[in-house]
């Protein structure tokens, strides 16, 4: 029995967008059906919309972008480039004991990385010429999955009824999936006692293209420069406090803002909504069954202080990519089988987790008010920041 398709995706945010591009613009995977299940497809952000929701992308991100043809959709005031990074500890200063300064200038490269707004960033992927031309938009959501072993083949039900077959299931449907609890994959969760609040802001010192993060002792803060001159703002912190952050007047947010900052940026003047999120580490303890892979968030969630989630799943969409090219090539009648998605699990598990695990402990070592800590961590960041080579290995594993 021939499928409807040969890969479907469920969920089409900015790490299913991006595999079913790469997949869509793969010359060795032309002659496969591709298509993608999203009740909440992107539409074109109008001019001037800011969406409060921005991510870090780095160098080897980017480059992966540019493979799915959403980079190249970007305009170049819709990318707001850092060219250095500051962190310090609250116990220290920005520019002084108990920080570290990382910057371009030192790497060759212009800059460190872009900050790009998620809508933007997900309609430029719906927009490459590969997604438009080879990909399949399905409007609904997954209900249920019955996988049939034997034949290889994989029943995906949609919430509008639909009944459609795939040889293989990829899962990219967030942290929350439910293709992996259909799929029955367990997962290993913890949930932070903090959320993040987000924002933009206008400040009365200019950003200077530099991406700061303060961490305080309830979670860090952290400022992203976008290109309008205004900044984004990810404050973690605890749940009651981000309730009490979110529903307070703006003048009180904004004097909350600046004595959390330090003064650093001068006085502080909200510049768009205010949301909360939850913050969670979870990973999934398989990324396969037969017939079935997970890609993202729907394999691991991580803490965004470093802002590594979604070059993480940008990550997996290359290595599955790459992968079934290869899979396709050497086995034709049975790329989808479960070897070829071991290869890829053994591939991005090992990656994720170690960066799961680093994120993790940054997070638990600056989180705390311990006075010997904070002697350590304030001690730590200055050996590092005086070490060139400390920093440049940072900078490379921070750009993928
Ligand atoms: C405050 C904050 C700041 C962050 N900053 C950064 C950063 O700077 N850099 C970085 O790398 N990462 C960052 N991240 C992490 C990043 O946002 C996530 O890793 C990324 O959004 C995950 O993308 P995804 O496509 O895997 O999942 P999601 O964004 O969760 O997308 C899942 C998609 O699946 C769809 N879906 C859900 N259920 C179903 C279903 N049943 N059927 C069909 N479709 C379904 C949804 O509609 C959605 O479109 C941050 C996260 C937070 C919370």
């Given at each position: 029995?021939?499928?409807?398709?040969?890969?479907l995706?469920?969920?089409?945010?900015?790490?299913?967008?991006?595999?079913?591009?790469?997949l869509a613009?793969?010359?060795?995977?032309?002659?496969?059906k591709i298509g993608?299940?999203?009740a909440?497809?992107p539409?074109q952000?109008p001019?001037?919309?800011?969406?409060?929701r921005?991510?870090?992308?780095?160098?080897?991100?980017?480059?992966?972008l540019?493979?799915?043809?959403?980079?190249?959709?970007l305009t170049p005031?819709?990318?707001?480039?850092?060219?250095d990074m500051?962190v310090?500890?609250?116990?220290?200063?920005?520019?002084g004991?108990?920080?570290?300064?990382f910057s371009?200038a030192t790497?060759?490269e212009?800059?460190?990385g872009?900050i790009?707004e998620?809508r933007?960033?997900?309609?430029?992927?719906?927009?490459a010429p590969a997604?438009r031309e080879?990909?399949?938009?399905?409007?609904?959501s997954?209900?249920a999955?019955s996988f049939?072993?034997g034949?290889g083949?994989t029943?995906?039900t949609?919430s509008?009824g639909?009944?459609?077959t795939?040889?293989?299931i990829v899962?990219?449907?967030g942290?929350?999936?439910?293709s992996?609890s259909l799929a029955?994959?367990?997962?290993?969760?913890?949930r932070?006692?903090q959320s993040?609040?987000?924002?933009?802001v206008?400040t009365?010192r200019p950003?200077?293209?530099?991406?700061?993060q303060?961490?305080?002792?309830?979670g860090?803060?952290a400022?992203?420069?976008?290109?309008?001159?205004?900044?984004s703002i990810?404050?973690?912190?605890g749940?009651t406090y981000a309730d009490?952050?979110?529903?307070?007047?703006t003048?009180?947010?904004?004097r909350?803002l600046?004595?959390?900052?330090?003064?650093?940026?001068g006085?502080?003047?909200l510049?768009?909504p205010?949301?909360r999120f939850?913050?969670?580490l979870m990973?999934a303890r398989?990324?396969?069954?037969?017939?079935?892979v997970?890609?993202g968030?729907?394999a691991h969630a991580v803490?965004?202080?470093a802002g590594?989630g979604?070059?993480l799943?940008?990550?997996?969409?290359?290595?599955l990519a790459?992968?079934l090219a290869?899979a396709?090539?050497a086995?034709p009648?049975g790329?989808?089988?479960r070897?070829?998605?071991?290869r890829y699990?053994r591939?991005?598990?090992?990656?994720n987790?170690?960066a799961?695990?680093v994120?993790?402990?940054?997070?638990?070592?600056f989180?705390?008010?311990d006075p010997?800590?904070?002697?350590?961590r304030?001690?730590?960041?200055?050996v590092l920041?005086?070490?060139?080579?400390?920093k440049?290995?940072?900078?490379?594993e921070a750009?993928?």
């Amino acid at each position: 029995m021939k499928p409807d398709y040969d890969i479907l995706i469920i969920g089409g945010g900015l790490v299913g967008a991006c595999v079913a591009g790469l997949l869509a613009a793969s010359r060795p995977l032309v002659s496969l059906k591709i298509g993608v299940v999203e009740a909440n497809p992107p539409s074109q952000p109008p001019p001037g919309d800011l969406d409060i929701r921005v991510s870090a992308i780095s160098h080897a991100s980017q480059a992966i972008l540019r493979k799915a043809g959403g980079w190249q959709q970007l305009t170049p005031d819709q990318l707001s480039p850092y060219v250095d990074m500051v962190v310090w500890d609250a116990s220290g200063q920005p520019e002084g004991k108990g920080s570290i300064h990382f910057s371009a200038a030192t790497t060759g490269e212009p800059d460190l990385g872009h900050i790009v707004e998620n809508r933007r960033l997900q309609w430029a992927l719906y927009s490459a010429p590969a997604f438009r031309e080879r990909v399949v938009l399905l409007r609904a959501s997954l209900a249920a999955l019955s996988f049939d072993e034997g034949q290889g083949i994989t029943a995906a039900t949609l919430s509008d009824g639909r009944r459609v077959t795939a040889r293989l299931i990829v899962g990219a449907d967030g942290a929350a999936s439910q293709s992996r609890s259909l799929a029955g994959i367990d997962v290993s969760a913890k949930r932070y006692d903090q959320s993040a609040v987000v924002t933009h802001v206008r400040t009365e010192r200019p950003h200077r293209q530099t991406a700061w993060q303060r961490f305080l002792p309830a979670g860090p803060l952290a400022f992203l420069p976008l290109a309008d001159g205004r900044s984004s703002i990810v404050w973690s912190t605890g749940h009651t406090y981000a309730d009490q952050l979110v529903a307070m007047p703006t003048e009180d947010f904004e004097r909350a803002l600046q004595v959390a900052s330090d003064g650093v940026f001068g006085a502080i003047k909200l510049a768009a909504p205010r949301a909360r999120f939850p913050l969670q580490l979870m990973h999934a303890r398989e990324y396969c069954r037969p017939g079935f892979v997970l890609v993202g968030d729907a394999a691991h969630a991580v803490h965004p202080l470093a802002g590594q989630g979604v070059n993480l799943g940008f990550a997996d969409c290359a290595a599955l990519a790459e992968t079934l090219a290869e899979a396709l090539q050497a086995s034709p009648a049975g790329w989808a089988d479960r070897r070829w998605l071991r290869r890829y699990e053994r591939w991005r598990k090992r990656d994720n987790l170690l960066a799961l695990t680093v994120v993790d402990g940054i997070g638990r070592l600056f989180s705390n008010d311990d006075p010997r800590l904070r002697f350590f961590r304030k001690a730590g960041l200055d050996v590092l920041d005086r070490s060139a080579l400390a920093k440049r290995l940072l900078i490379s594993e921070a750009s993928g």
